[in-house]
């Protein structure tokens, strides 16, 4: 294979510009053509696409977002849209194309396979949702800067004696809530992935007063049903105490890469590439215990993985 296209696709997360840079200095290595499309999806269907040299991807190594700029779909859902991606495909003689993006748009990337498009899918997110792989690129970034975040309002909540709920991302994923709430000693953490027990989370700020500690830190998972107001309210009748609800947000997907985002990054790409290049089948590359995988597209996204009840356990025990 001679000429691959390079995509982001969905939520940007930090690492995804590494990720870019690994993949074109790595086909150039090869003697390949590569061209970055702009925008996702939506970016091959409008033909928004540009050959990529070395110096193009000079100096984004340390930069958060995406310099092909990212973006959601509707279009290429249809399948009038991935014909049309199709003939893009082929209009700039484009045979194969890495795809770095989450659960999304890597099950975009398998429809596109389905038309005889070879596509490398390389995991970029920072949900940690994709099953087939241990970590995605931008995860630890993000699980860094909630750390961040967890410190500076355990300050002001110690200060005011109050419960702090925050509200984490990560979609139908809890591993963002999960790692940062036993990175950052969270009294309590709510994850879709297990049934959310209030009652617990009461008793657990009522223990912590008895003891003395009359500040709390929650971690809520995005993908849990009950909503924060609900939840701080229900506490703060239960327990008596103050409690604010805090919404990161999208601090929680910016940022400068963290080196094992940069370095996750760097290595799925360059693996994306030289699949590309021996003409392997369309695969998605990811790592599992710090080995680079590649895994079938279609069955890495049927694959399952089961919540971290250790860590889970762990971090109720330990707060
Ligand atoms: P992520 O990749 O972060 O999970 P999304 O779920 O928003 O993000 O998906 C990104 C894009 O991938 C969508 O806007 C759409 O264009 C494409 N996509 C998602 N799911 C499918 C699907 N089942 N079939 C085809 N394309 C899809
Ligand atoms: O997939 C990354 C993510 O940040 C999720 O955690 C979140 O559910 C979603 O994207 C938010 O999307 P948007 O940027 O469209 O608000």
């Known amino acids: 294979m001679n000429k691959i296209g390079i995509l982001c696709s969905g939520g940007d997360s930090p690492g995804m510009n590494a990720a870019i840079r690994a993949g074109v200095r790595q086909a ?13 999806y939506e970016g091959l269907l409008d033909g928004d696409i540009r050959k990529m040299e070395w110096r193009n991807v000079g100096d984004i ?24 991606a199709k003939q893009m495909m082929d209009t ?4 194969g194309l890495i795809v770095i993006g989450g659960d999304g748009s890597l099950h975009g990337g398998l ?31 993000a699980v860094n800067t909630i750390l961040d975040m967890i410190s500076r309002l355990r300050d002001t909540s110690s200060a005011h004696d109050r419960t702090t709920i925050m509200d984490i991302m990560g979609r139908r994923c809890g591993d963002l809530a999960l790692h940062a709430g036993l990175a950052g000693g969270a009294d309590s953490i709510l994850i879709p992935e297990i049934e959310p027990d209030i009652n617990a989370v009461c008793r657990k700020v009522l223990e912590g007063q008895q003891a003395g500690k009359l500040h709390s830190i929650i971690l809520k998972a995005e993908g849990v049903k009950i909503p924060s107001e609900e939840l701080a309210e229900r506490i703060q009748s239960v327990t008596g105490r103050e409690v604010r609800v805090v919404v990161p947000g999208h601090i929680q997907r910016g940022g400068t890469p963290s080196c094992s985002d940069r ?15 021996d003409d392997e089948p369309s695969k998605a590359i990811g790592i599992c215990r710090n080995e680079i995988i590649a895994v079938d597209l279609a ?21």
Request: charged share 25%; aromatic share 8%.
């Open 92 to 95: 700039f003689g484009m045979e």
């Open 299 to 319: 069955e890495a996204l049927e694959m399952e993985r089961e919540v971290e009840y250790d860590l889970y356990e762990l971090a109720n025990t330990l707060s």
């Open 28 to 40: 150039l290595s090869l003697g390949m053509e590569v061209y970055g499309i702009n925008r996702g």
């Open 263 to 277: 370095i996750l990054a760097s290595r799925t790409a360059s693996k994306a590439v030289q699949l590309l290049y």
């Open 111 to 141: 429809e596109l396979s389905k038309l005889g498009v070879t596509v490398m899918g390389v995991p970029g997110t920072i949900d940690n949702d994709l099953k087939y792989t241990d970590y995605t690129i931008g995860f630890d970034t």
């Open 61 to 84: 190594i340390q930069r958060g977002g995406t310099i092909l700029r990212s973006a959601r779909s509707e279009r290429f859902k249809t399948e009038e849209g991935q014909k049309h």
